[in-house]
Each structure stands twice: as structure tokens, then as C-alpha cells.
């Protein structure tokens, strides 16, 4: 399904409806989020966590507790997204079309920036996006960068991978740090080994892309990193998106863009 000129609207309509698609390239111009809701008593952590690393995991919004729509995302958040992962005591125990019987009233969402958000930024620019071309989702990585702790939380930095031709490495670059709150410019440019990625061939999350000759591979701070926490920390409970499958918000990308 094309939904690359819907509206957000649209796009939950459809991802309430039963829709299960990677989001990327979904409603251009409108900004995709991730998506991570933890108990209250875990919320000040998660919330000074995203502050000390905050390229990985900028904070757009965050509901109340047990709410399931927020300032930026009115819809609702346990039926509109096109895919959800549970977890328990750390560990991934359920990938669901919707969470309504898991969702709990101390749940706490937070919505953290996404990179899909400065996609288009990249295609006007010139810079050819693979996974889009390929129509698959965006590799994601663990890495050996740790995170700075936050109390019970803590975790490895992940990253998301684009190849880029090396002579727009610097125009990638430069495009993508004009989005501060929706990770950036790149933490990474070359080696993968230089930060623990041992195979570009075998993500973590999402689905590998070829990296072809005369291209670089640059890696952006990515939002899963709040859901590495979760399983390298152990929570004991955790609703997140499904990787790649992301919370559309009524944000226009370029509310975002800083010159």
C-alpha cells in the first residue's frame, strides 16, 4: 500500500484498520515518531535517560500517565500504529497489531524523534535513500557506544544505516544536522567495526541494504536505543513500537528544521 500522500489522520485510520507496513515514506512532509510507554515510577528515569543522550532519544512529547493520546499524536495511541512490541522483565514477549488489553493506567508514552522525519530533506537535496528505494525498512543496529545511565536504566547506543555516495557524504551531512530534534547529523561516517558493527548484513532491527561501491555507510542515532535500555535493564513491563512501524504526528517535518 502507497501511503506516501496521506494525511497523519489518514494513516491511523488505516494502521486501526489492520494495516502492518513499515512507515517509512509514509505521509510525506508530516512527522513519524517512536514510540515507548514504561510504568510511572520509571518515567523521571526514562525521562532523564533521553535528556543525557539526547541525540539517540529526543523527546517530542510525553502523554500522562495511563493516557493514550497526546498533544501531538490524537489519536490513539494503543490501535494507531501499524505495529507494537511488548516486553517483560526486559524481554521482547509479544509483537501486536494493538495493545489495548496490555495497556496499563500507569503507563507513561513518550514519543521520541525519528530519522524517517528528515528522509525527504535527503531526497530533495539529491541524496538517494536505499531502503525507500528498495521499499524495505531502515537498518538498525546495536552498537559498543553505552549510553550515560539514568538511574536503573541503561543501555548501548543504536544507530540506523544509510548508504550514501562519498561525494554527498558531506551534503547528508549537512542536511541532516539541520534537524537536531529528530537525531541529527550522523554519530558515525565509514567503519562499522569502529562502533561494534561486526555485519552490515544482520540488523539488529529492520532489514539489511546492500552498501555498494563508492558508497560510505553513515549511522544516525537512532530512536529504538529507549527500547535497548529496556531489554539491557531489565523492565520489568514496556509497550514500544514494532521497529520501523512508527507513531505519525500532526507535525509538519519542517517544524523541526533549524538553518
Same mark, same amino acid.
Given at each position: 500500500?502507497?501511503?506516501?500522500?496521506?494525511?497523519?489522520?489518514?494513516?491511523?485510520?488505516?494502521?486501526?484498520?489492520?494495516?502492518?507496513?513499515?512507515?517509512?515514506?509514509?505521509?510525506?512532509?508530516?512527522?513519524?515518531?517512536?514510540?515507548?510507554?514504561?510504568?510511572?515510577?520509571?518515567?523521571?528515569?526514562?525521562?532523564?535517560? =533521553?535528556?543525557?543522550? =539526547?541525540?539517540?532519544?529526543?523527546?517530542?512529547?510525553?502523554?500522562?500517565?495511563?493516557?493514550?493520546?497526546?498533544?501531538?499524536?490524537?489519536?490513539?495511541?494503543?490501535?494507531?500504529?501499524?505495529?507494537?512490541?511488548?516486553?517483560?522483565?526486559?524481554?521482547?514477549? =509479544?509483537?501486536?497489531?494493538?495493545?489495548?488489553?496490555?495497556?496499563?493506567?500507569?503507563?507513561?508514552?513518550?514519543?521520541?524523534?525519528?530519522?524517517?522525519?528528515?528522509?525527504?530533506?535527503?531526497?530533495?537535496?539529491?541524496?538517494?535513500?536505499?531502503?525507500?528505494?528498495?521499499?524495505?525498512?531502515?537498518?538498525?543496529?546495536?552498537?559498543?557506544?553505552?549510553?550515560?545511565?539514568?538511574?536503573?536504566?541503561?543501555?548501548?547506543?543504536?544507530?540506523?544505516?544509510?548508504?550514501?555516495?562519498?561525494?554527498?557524504?558531506?551534503?547528508?551531512?549537512?542536511?541532516?544536522?539541520?534537524?537536531?530534534?529528530?537525531?541529527?547529523?550522523?554519530?558515525?561516517?565509514?567503519?562499522?567495526?569502529?562502533?561494534?558493527?561486526?555485519?552490515?548484513?544482520?540488523?539488529?532491527?529492520?532489514?539489511?541494504?546492500?552498501?555498494?561501491?563508492?558508497?560510505?555507510?553513515?549511522?544516525?542515532?537512532?530512536?529504538?536505543?529507549?527500547?535497548?535500555?529496556?531489554?539491557?535493564?531489565?523492565?520489568?513491563? =514496556?509497550?514500544?513500537?514494532?521497529?520501523?512501524?512508527?507513531?505519525?504526528?500532526?507535525?509538519?517535518?519542517?517544524?523541526?528544521?533549524?538553518?
Amino acid at each position: 500500500m502507497d501511503g506516501t500522500d496521506l494525511t497523519p489522520a489518514q494513516a491511523r485510520e488505516r494502521f486501526r484498520a489492520g494495516v502492518r507496513v513499515p512507515t517509512a515514506g509514509w505521509c510525506r512532509g508530516w512527522t513519524q515518531a517512536n514510540l515507548i510507554a514504561v510504568p510511572r515510577r520509571l518515567g523521571y528515569e526514562l525521562l532523564l535517560f =533521553a535528556r543525557r543522550n =539526547a541525540q539517540a532519544c529526543p523527546v517530542l512529547d510525553v502523554g500522562e500517565p495511563g493516557v493514550w493520546s497526546t498533544e501531538l499524536f490524537p489519536g490513539d495511541l494503543r490501535t494507531d500504529l501499524p505495529g507494537y512490541r511488548v516486553y517483560r522483565d526486559g524481554r521482547p514477549v =509479544a509483537d501486536l497489531d494493538d495493545v489495548v488489553e496490555e495497556w496499563r493506567d500507569d503507563l507513561v508514552p513518550f514519543l521520541i524523534g525519528c530519522s524517517f522525519t528528515f528522509e525527504q530533506a535527503l531526497l530533495r537535496a539529491g541524496v538517494p535513500v536505499r531502503h525507500l528505494e528498495l521499499g524495505t525498512n531502515v537498518p538498525m543496529y546495536r552498537t559498543s557506544v553505552a549510553c550515560e545511565p539514568a538511574g536503573p536504566l541503561s543501555g548501548p547506543l543504536v544507530v540506523s544505516m544509510r548508504p550514501v555516495p562519498e561525494e554527498l557524504v558531506d551534503l547528508a551531512i549537512e542536511v541532516t544536522g539541520r534537524y537536531p530534534l529528530v537525531h541529527g547529523a550522523p554519530v558515525h561516517v565509514g567503519d562499522p567495526a569502529a562502533i561494534g558493527v561486526e555485519d552490515l548484513g544482520r540488523p539488529d532491527f529492520g532489514d539489511p541494504v546492500e552498501v555498494r561501491q563508492g558508497e560510505v555507510p553513515l549511522f544516525w542515532a537512532c530512536g529504538m536505543t529507549p527500547q535497548a535500555a529496556i531489554m539491557a535493564s531489565g523492565v520489568e513491563f =514496556a509497550i514500544g513500537h514494532l521497529p520501523g512501524h512508527m507513531a505519525i504526528i500532526d507535525v509538519r517535518d519542517e517544524q523541526y528544521r533549524v538553518t
